[in-house]
Nanobody, 125 residues
Framework: QVQLVESGGGLVQAGGSLRLSCAAS????????MGWFRQAPGKEREFVAA????????NYADAAKGRFTISRDNAKNTVYLQMNSLKAEGTAVYYC??????????????????WGQGTQVTVSS
């Protein structure tokens, strides 16, 4: 089993920045790609960004390109999401996810095997 714990959420004004962290524990050797998703009230959970095991391959949703950066520190079993120039529509619960299948960095929610509990991000306009 893998446990994922997100942190770093909070209230920020539009145009501001936040850095989310996701710490993995347990069978971390089984983790390949990791991703971030978000779910706004009344909407489906949507893909934000993902990163390969080595960090050499990343994938971003169009809404995140140019403003968000995903990174990971395998020595700390932690993945980060740096979010800049936040917009009000970025208000959501942000979830970290882990994929145990190698050789892919997918946007597909169903491909991820483990999920954190989420961290709330609120962007005030």
């Amino acid at each position: 089993q893998v446990q994922l714990v997100e942190s770093g959420g909070g209230l920020v004004q539009a145009g501001g920045s936040l850095r989310l962290s996701c710490a993995a524990s347990g069978r971390t050797f089984s983790i390949f790609a990791m991703g971030w998703f978000r779910q706004a009230p009344g909407k489906e959970r949507e893909f934000v960004a993902a990163i390969s095991r080595t960090g050499g391959d990343t994938n971003y949703a169009d809404a995140a390109k140019g403003r968000f950066t995903i990174s990971r520190d395998n020595a700390k079993n932690t993945v980060y999401l740096q979010m800049n120039s936040l917009k009000a529509e970025g208000t959501a619960v942000y979830y970290c996810a882990a994929d145990t299948v190698p050789m892919r960095v997918t946007t597909r929610r169903g491909a991820y095997d483990y999920w954190g509990q989420g961290t709330q991000v609120t962007v005030s306009s």
